[in-house]
């Protein structure tokens, strides 16, 4: 697997508000609310996510299992920022000859201003290292977050890059990424959203729920992602830690936010027109 030698990941994030202050009453109105009613991060926190991926390609003679791991730490930065630290494992296993196989791990981060009753502003990025049978591949992301909370409705979108570097070429590609997620109840999330990642247009559903036992802290969840030439879907299990007996509506707007960390695999391998062979894991011609 390639090296990446001095990775410097520089994380920023900025918010900048302004207001024509006619008085002393307005002044402190604005104060307000730029300081929030609760903390940007409820305290120290983190979650473990336990998942399988299952993969299929056009062109590709079989669909690819996958497994990975994601552990998260949040931090308080203040009271209006947090730092949130992602690392994981993955790997790709192929159920026939002529399919993707891939294993790599990787680490990403953010940094972000959040008022948990308006919203979250932040930057993001990560690196990914990964080694297969055709390849050996370094990954990329960084960009803008955000969210914007509507009682039980999450506004959610990401603007960024991503850079792959291996198989022989070197390749940046525009990430754009938007989703609407409903709580139907404090603990039980459904989610729909669009992206647009190496130069493919996905859809993508999901859901979690939260289950009712250890002090609230462990859920279930499931997503989907389709698009004209990759399927894919994703379960697993989520252990959260912090605060006891918590909503997770309330963890997902107080703690800690989404990892992107292994997004790529929905769209980083697909296989090629010709359905003959796939390419190596990296740019998609």
């Known amino acids: 697997m390639s090296e990446m030698t001095n990775l410097t990941a520089s994380l920023a994030a900025s918010v900048a508000m302004a207001t024509f202050i006619a008085g002393p009453a307005l002044s402190a109105d604005f104060s307000e609310r730029f300081e929030g009613g609760k903390p940007a991060v409820s305290g120290l926190n983190g979650k473990v996510d336990f998942g399988y991926m299952y993969l299929d390609f056009d062109g590709l003679p079989e669909h690819v299992n996958g497994a990975y791991g994601i552990g998260t730490i949040t931090a308080p930065v203040g009271e209006r920022f947090g730092l949130q630290i992602d690392a ?30 308006q919203g979250l502003v932040g930057a993001y990025a990560h690196y990914v290292a990964l080694g297969s049978s055709f390849a050996d591949v370094d990954l990329v992301r960084y960009g803008v977050e955000g969210e914007f909370y509507i009682d039980r409705v999450t506004l959610e979108g990401f603007a960024g890059a991503d850079t792959v570097d291996g198989g022989g070429a070197s390749e940046t590609y525009a990430n754009l990424d938007f989703g609407a997620s409903y709580y139907v109840t404090d603990n039980v999330k459904l989610s729909a959203g669009v992206r647009r990642a190496f130069d493919q247009t996905s859809g993508i559903v999901g859901a979690e729920a939260m289950l009712p036992f250890a002090s609230n802290n462990v859920s279930l969840y499931a997503n989907a992602q389709f698009s004209d030439e990759t399927t894919s879907v994703r379960a697993g299990l989520r252990v959260y830690f912090g605060q006891p007996d918590k909503s997770l509506i309330a963890r997902h707007r107080e703690d800690d936010p989404e990892s992107m960390l292994f997004d790529f695999a929905d769209t980083a391998f697909a296989a090629d027109d010709t359905g003959s062979t796939p390419p190596p894991p990296g740019p998609i011609d």
């Open 88 to 117: 994981g494992l993955i790997g790709l296993y192929p159920t026939a000859a002529g399919t993707v196989d891939a294993d790599g791990g990787g680490v990403g981060g953010h940094f972000f201003w959040r008022d948990p009753d």
